[in-house]
């Protein structure tokens, strides 16, 4: 797929995901197999621009083209002063976030709460697209299917986003006010692809290479877009990838292949977080892990107490490599099925 001057290798997207899709977890989805990864949201708000919070979610050190970051806001001179912000520090593809259900955006009338104000909406995306053009850097756009069952209105703001200039549109199979209740429907996203000529990606319950495939074929969707399913299995995108390719499914992958990418995960974290802030925010991905992995029965929540209890680096490497070594010991041959399980 071509988005703006960049050619994606694959059509698998990492989903962007407040306090996950942080640039270590980025860059290890994309070394195992995703195309295309979008930043956390980052905020449009002036004041917060230089926060410690913010400077980190703006940190692309080391991670491969494109970089694209995702902007969220209400005021559409403000949304656009916050793209050239993140163009001026790297950002190769701005995408706008109204998609995000979480309340504290949408008291805000941020997020997928712009989808009830179609003119505020389209005003945003025009004001972004403007301060986008003279650089050469795209604009895409993330929204839900509408705001709520009764009002399900992103086909309406997908032709005027396109007539706009947005380049791509990402839509998750929901309204805002589902949440992530239910399943996502994907009709929404196929009478859409239909409609439109720019590349659609579909998003939503995505999580496994079967529902992929699905996906893919109901919709007619350019690419999908895999969100919580990556948490603690990001290997979900090379399985998926060799799926799609084979009709055959990737035996797991060992754990001391696991081992690897999760240290090499963690030493990227805490360099970008430091060791206070970096031993703590790191404990919901291992706790991730260990629910991924198939391990003893009790075994992952004995791992989640010994990580949690760990205040240093040090101590937090310790734990997870004598775990791993021991799991690994006792292992017999991964199974598809027991992998399955535990996911």
């Not at 399900?152 to 986003?161: C, F, H, Y």
């Not at 399943?183 to 290479?209: C, F, L, M, W, Y």
């Not at 979900?236 to 084979?246: G, M, N, P, S, V």
Request: glycine letters at 8%; a positive charge.
């Amino acid at each position: 797929m071509q988005l703006g001057a960049f050619t994606l290798p694959n059509a698998l997207f990492v989903a962007p995901m407040a306090g996950v899709t942080d640039r270590p977890f980025r860059k290890l989805c994309k070394r195992l197999g995703a195309g295309y990864a979008v930043s956390e949201m980052v905020t449009s708000r002036p004041d917060l621009q230089d926060s410690l919070k913010t400077s980190r979610r703006a940190n692309h050190e080391g991670e491969a083209s494109p970089i694209a970051v995702q902007i969220a806001g209400t005021d559409a001179p403000m949304m656009a002063d916050a793209a050239r912000y993140n163009i001026d520090r790297g950002a190769q593809i701005i995408d706008i976030n109204m998609g995000c259900p979480a309340k504290k955006v949408c008291n805000k009338w941020a997020g997928s709460a712009l989808m009830q104000d179609e003119a505020l909406a389209i005003s945003i995306v025009e004001a972004v697209v403007a301060a986008c053009e003279p650089h050469g850097v795209p604009v895409t756009l993330k929204m839900r299917t509408g705001w709520c069952a009764g009002v399900r209105n992103a086909p309406t703001l997908a032709l005027a986003a396109e007539a706009a200039g947005v380049r791509m549109l990402t839509v998750h199979g929901r309204t805002r006010e589902q949440g992530y209740k239910g399943q996502a429907e994907h009709d929404t996203v196929a009478h859409i692809k239909s409609r439109v000529r720019i590349p659609v990606v579909a998003n939503g319950d995505i999580d496994s290479p079967e529902q992929a495939r699905e996906v893919l074929r109901r919709t007619g969707a350019d690419a999908i877009m895999v969100g919580r399913a990556a948490q603690g299995r990001p290997w979900i995108f090379r399985e998926i990838a060799h799926f799609l390719a084979t009709g055959e499914h990737l035996p797991p992958p060992a754990l001391q292949e696991v081992r690897h990418w999760l240290l090499d995960h963690l030493h990227d974290h805490y360099d970008l977080y430091g060791e206070f802030t970096g031993v703590r925010s790191a404990r919901k991905h291992l706790g991730w892990y260990a629910q991924s992995l198939p391990l003893p029965p009790g075994a992952a929540a004995l791992f989640r107490s010994r990580v949690n209890a760990a205040t240093s680096i040090d101590a937090q490497l310790r734990c997870v490599s004598e775990s791993l070594d021991e799991w690994s010991s006792q292992a017999t041959t991964p199974s598809r099925d027991n992998w399955k399980l535990a996911a």
